[in-house]
């Protein structure tokens, strides 16, 4: 046997094993430790005969237990190594479900964080495009020409920038171009907008074709001015505000149900204030989504003191937090409401991501990363103001169009997908492989820069056992906050005999070595 492929983390009152094969955490007390670090690199003879005398009846029992539970449950199981999947079986592109059209990269901002700014020494930089009603409908067709089944009579599209709103003309032109196009198809349109101006044309475009629409909203005014300025450097807060009374005004059914938030967290942070700005505002609908995200690459704009503030922050509202979710009479209601939105989103997300993860109930599992093969999976197509086709948006970044696939006139170029696939591929052969942290890990061959991958591969690691530490937290207070926090169709509690349990069976001890703490369904 090969091993296994474990990571130890403790919380203030347990040590704990994640199991990285399987997805699962287990706790765990010293001794298991010790005989975990040895399981599957040393016989049960040598890890006795290099054990303290009087430990060995208690580890005797414990490999014993542990060997139930590999052979009941596959936990601890010989690790194989995680992989992505081949080219060969992600080509030719199939089942993409999804297009996001570049109405234009021209934008009347110069936020201080955006990927096209001045920030990113890599990056694309504001241009004078704007897409063909041509060649977003033709993107369709090739999205549409992906799809195996025929049964798939749904399809999104995304509007998107630069500023959507600076080409509300091209907007109308192709939402009413491919419904008369496709009748058959159940459209929804989408955007991302800046929402620093409004007109009746816009708001027209927008009612007629019921779109849903995200404004890009940082919080209240000192901090949402701080970095999303206009051209000039003016800020834009007011401006949103008059387009929030506008919308309102025109169609209040439509603005209470239509439009949502994304909120960048960025420097100065205010988390505190921006939570407060969600739950209180007035100017905002009776119901909304918030979507709450860091800048793209943030650690190229940290400036000096930025780091550790937004370090000290974070961990002063988790804690309060994570509090309020520890208190048995906080209920999903209260967890639910506006008064917690900013919270649910920046602080439990990544709480329900770790809930949902990948596990492994049996040995089926391929050892195949699925989760960051963006073509093993139904993703996005997206079409650039130049008519240039790339498989998500980080894909769209880099001023060399380094991952771009193909472009409208001519299609997909099978060679180029290849080839970026081949990359990263070979990558994660080196630094994947291994990596207990794998299946916890977002990157992606788009957002990973390899010059950088020791320092990138590092920092996911660190936030993982951290993330780790605070579920194991949580459950340890809180043994329903999957319930609170989760969602139930993507989650299966775990029912599983304890390992202290067959160890009680044939010594007799109080001992409390290992047991399953929680597994999900991803």
Same mark, same amino acid.
């Given at each position: 046997m090969s091993g296994t492929c474990l990571k130890f983390f403790e919380t203030i009152q347990n040590n704990y094993v994640y199991d990285a094969w399987t997805g699962r955490i287990l706790e765990c007390d010293p001794l298991t430790? !010790?005989?975990?670090?040895?399981?599957?690199? %040393?016989?049960?003879?040598?890890?006795?005969?290099? %054990?303290?005398?009087?430990?060995? @009846?208690?580890?005797?029992?414990? #490999?014993?237990?542990?060997?139930?539970?590999r052979e009941r449950e596959g936990v601890f199981d010989e690790f194989k190594g995680f992989k992505h999947n081949s080219p060969a079986r992600m080509l030719p592109v199939q089942n993409i479900h999804g297009l996001v059209v570049e109405l234009t990269d021209r934008c009347n901002l110069r936020c201080k964080y955006c990927i096209f700014g001045e920030a990113y020494a890599d990056c694309r930089v504001y241009g004078s495009d704007t897409v063909t009603v041509e060649d977003a409908i033709r993107s369709f067709e090739l999205m549409m020409g992906t799809k195996t089944m025929d049964a798939d009579t749904h399809a999104q599209v995304t509007f998107f920038g630069g500023e959507p709103f600076l080409e509300i003309d091209?907007?109308?032109?192709?939402?009413?171009?491919?419904r008369s196009r496709y009748p058959e198809i159940a459209l929804g349109f989408n955007l991302t907008t800046n929402g620093s101006f409004i007109n009746e044309e816009i708001v027209e475009t927008l009612v007629e074709h019921n779109m849903l629409i995200w404004?890009?909203?940082?919080?209240?005014?000192?901090?949402?001015? !701080?970095?999303?300025?206009?051209?000039?450097?003016?800020?834009?807060?007011?401006?949103?505000?008059?387009?929030?009374? *506008?919308?309102?005004?025109? @169609?209040?059914?439509? $603005?209470?149900?239509?439009?949502?938030?994304?909120?960048?967290?960025?420097?100065? *942070?205010?988390?505190?204030?921006?939570?407060?700005? $969600?739950?209180?505002?007035?100017? #905002?609908?009776?119901?909304?989504? #918030?979507?709450?995200?860091?800048?793209?690459?943030?650690? /190229?704009? $940290?400036? @000096?003191? /930025?780091?550790?503030? $937004?370090?000290?922050?974070?961990r002063e509202a988790w804690a309060d937090f994570q509090a309020r979710l520890a208190d048995p009479g906080f209920t999903k209601e209260q967890y639910l409401s506006r008064e917690n939105l900013f919270w649910r989103q920046a602080l439990c997300s990544p709480l329900r991501t770790y809930f949902k993860r990948p596990v492994a109930y049996d040995r089926e599992f391929d050892g195949v990363l699925h989760k960051t093969d963006c073509l093993s999976r139904r993703v996005r197509l997206y079409v650039s103001a130049r008519g240039e086709l790339y498989l998500c948006i980080p894909a769209t970044y880099y001023a060399d169009r380094r991952y771009m696939i193909g472009n409208v006139r001519e299609g997909f170029q099978e060679e180029a997908i290849?080839?970026?696939?081949?990359r990263w591929i070979a990558f994660s052969r080196e630094h994947c492989r291994t990596c207990w942290a794998a299946r916890l890990c977002s990157m992606c061959f788009a957002m990973m820069r390899y010059e @950088?991958?020791?320092?990138?591969?590092?920092?996911?690691?660190?936030?993982?056992? /951290?993330?780790?530490?605070?579920?194991?937290?949580?459950?340890e207070m809180r043994p329903d906050i999957v319930e609170l926090v989760g969602h139930e169709n993507n989650y299966e509690e775990i029912k599983s005999e304890e390992i202290v349990a067959a160890i009680r069976r044939r010594q007799g001890k109080q001992d409390h070595p290992v047991q399953l703490v929680e597994g999900s369904a991803g």
């Amino acid at each position: 046997m090969s091993g296994t492929c474990l990571k130890f983390f403790e919380t203030i009152q347990n040590n704990y094993v994640y199991d990285a094969w399987t997805g699962r955490i287990l706790e765990c007390d010293p001794l298991t430790r !010790y005989v975990l670090e040895r399981y599957g690199q %040393a016989s049960s003879e040598e890890i006795l005969r290099t %054990a303290e005398p009087q430990d060995r @009846d208690s580890i005797r029992a414990r #490999l014993k237990a542990i060997d139930e539970l590999r052979e009941r449950e596959g936990v601890f199981d010989e690790f194989k190594g995680f992989k992505h999947n081949s080219p060969a079986r992600m080509l030719p592109v199939q089942n993409i479900h999804g297009l996001v059209v570049e109405l234009t990269d021209r934008c009347n901002l110069r936020c201080k964080y955006c990927i096209f700014g001045e920030a990113y020494a890599d990056c694309r930089v504001y241009g004078s495009d704007t897409v063909t009603v041509e060649d977003a409908i033709r993107s369709f067709e090739l999205m549409m020409g992906t799809k195996t089944m025929d049964a798939d009579t749904h399809a999104q599209v995304t509007f998107f920038g630069g500023e959507p709103f600076l080409e509300i003309d091209v907007m109308r032109r192709i939402a009413a171009g491919l419904r008369s196009r496709y009748p058959e198809i159940a459209l929804g349109f989408n955007l991302t907008t800046n929402g620093s101006f409004i007109n009746e044309e816009i708001v027209e475009t927008l009612v007629e074709h019921n779109m849903l629409i995200w404004i890009s909203l940082d919080g209240p005014e000192r901090i949402h001015d !701080y970095n999303r300025c206009a051209v000039g450097g003016k800020g834009t807060f007011r401006s949103v505000m008059n387009t929030l009374r *506008y919308l309102r005004e025109y @169609d209040a059914s439509y $603005f209470n149900r239509n439009v949502n938030f994304v909120s960048v967290i960025a420097y100065p *942070y205010g988390l505190k204030e921006r939570a407060r700005f $969600f739950a209180e505002c007035p100017e #905002l609908p009776d119901n909304f989504m #918030l979507r709450v995200t860091d800048r793209a690459r943030q650690e /190229e704009m $940290f400036k @000096d003191g /930025e780091a550790a503030q $937004f370090a000290r922050e974070f961990r002063e509202a988790w804690a309060d937090f994570q509090a309020r979710l520890a208190d048995p009479g906080f209920t999903k209601e209260q967890y639910l409401s506006r008064e917690n939105l900013f919270w649910r989103q920046a602080l439990c997300s990544p709480l329900r991501t770790y809930f949902k993860r990948p596990v492994a109930y049996d040995r089926e599992f391929d050892g195949v990363l699925h989760k960051t093969d963006c073509l093993s999976r139904r993703v996005r197509l997206y079409v650039s103001a130049r008519g240039e086709l790339y498989l998500c948006i980080p894909a769209t970044y880099y001023a060399d169009r380094r991952y771009m696939i193909g472009n409208v006139r001519e299609g997909f170029q099978e060679e180029a997908i290849r080839r970026i696939l081949e990359r990263w591929i070979a990558f994660s052969r080196e630094h994947c492989r291994t990596c207990w942290a794998a299946r916890l890990c977002s990157m992606c061959f788009a957002m990973m820069r390899y010059e @950088d991958s020791e320092r990138i591969c590092g920092g996911i690691r660190n936030q993982a056992e /951290e993330w780790l530490s605070r579920i194991a937290e949580l459950k340890e207070m809180r043994p329903d906050i999957v319930e609170l926090v989760g969602h139930e169709n993507n989650y299966e509690e775990i029912k599983s005999e304890e390992i202290v349990a067959a160890i009680r069976r044939r010594q007799g001890k109080q001992d409390h070595p290992v047991q399953l703490v929680e597994g999900s369904a991803g």
